[in-house]
T-cell receptor, first 115, second 115 residues
Framework: NAGVMQNPRHLVRRRGQEARLRCSPM?????VYWYRQLPEEGLKFMVY????????ESGMPKERFSAEFPKEGPSILRIQQVVRGDSAAYFC?????????????FGQGTRLTVV | SQQGEEDPQALSIQEGENATMNCSYK?????LQWYRQNSGRGLVHLIL?????REKHSGRLRVTLDTSKKSSSLLITASRAADTASYFC???????????????FGKGTLLTVNP
């Protein structure tokens, strides 16, 4: 089992460009969670998705950010018209259907730098 | 203070010594998890303690949980230089029928173990 795979590991974008971050969950996991970590901060929840369904997007900025988890393929976190403040590490975690008291498995993260 | 706040912010010890980190939180939880993050890397899950547990061990790690005080501690015994990392606690508020994985992380404790 390869674990949660995120790519790219590092991404540099100019202000105004689009950033696409990919997350392939662990085999057998149908639930994906995205978190953002700003410099010197802890991780902050962004969105929780099941395949073809957004369960909880309460942590997502209202504009420019979107996420999807299609029936086939990885989950995508999309940031349109990036700004300097979007520079952060974005982590994805996955799990099987949620049951009580199981750990979340995190990927290595994508470090986005907006120049 | 925020949910899942670690204390101290930074800790520097000598190899072989024990390191103790604390975490306080505000709302009720289903479980509390500790993670390690090496500089610029992903998160590694260390240990999960359920709300009905008071203490848990894993190798050189010992975690305690006091739900009445809404606090947890992580003890690393016989520390090694390789333990140098940031340590985060994350609380899972859970919900009836399953965890919602809306983990709330603190800012972390930066542990430096000097050889």
């Amino acid at each position: 089992n390869a674990g949660v795979m995120q790519n790219p590991r590092h991404l540099v974008r100019r202000r105004g460009q689009e950033a696409r971050l990919r997350c392939s969950p662990m085999k057998g996991h149908s639930h994906v969670y995205w978190y953002r970590q700003l410099p010197e901060e802890g991780l902050k929840f962004m969105v929780y998705l099941q395949k073809e369904n957004i369960i909880d997007e309460s942590g997502m900025p209202k504009e420019r950010f979107s996420a999807e988890f299609p029936k086939e393929g990885p989950s995508i976190l999309r940031i349109q018209q990036v700004v300097r403040g979007d520079s952060a590490a974005y982590f994805c975690a996955s799990s099987p259907p949620p049951i009580m008291n199981t750990e979340a498995f995190f990927g290595q993260g994508t470090r986005l730098t907006v120049v | 203070s925020q949910q899942g706040e670690e204390d101290p912010q930074a800790l520097s010890i000598q190899e072989g010594e024990n390191a103790t980190m604390n975490c306080s939180y505000k709302t009720s939880i289903n479980n509390l998890q500790w993670y390690r993050q090496n500089s610029g890397r992903g998160l590694v899950h260390l240990i999960l303690i359920r709300s009905n547990e008071r203490e848990k061990h894993s190798g050189r790690l010992r975690v305690t949980l006091d739900t009445s005080k809404k606090s947890s501690s992580l003890l690393i015994t016989a520390s090694r230089a390789a333990d140098t990392a940031s340590y985060f606690c994350a609380t899972d508020p859970g919900r009836s029928g399953g965890s919602n994985y809306k983990l709330t992380f603190g800012k972390g404790t930066l542990l430096t173990v000097n050889p």
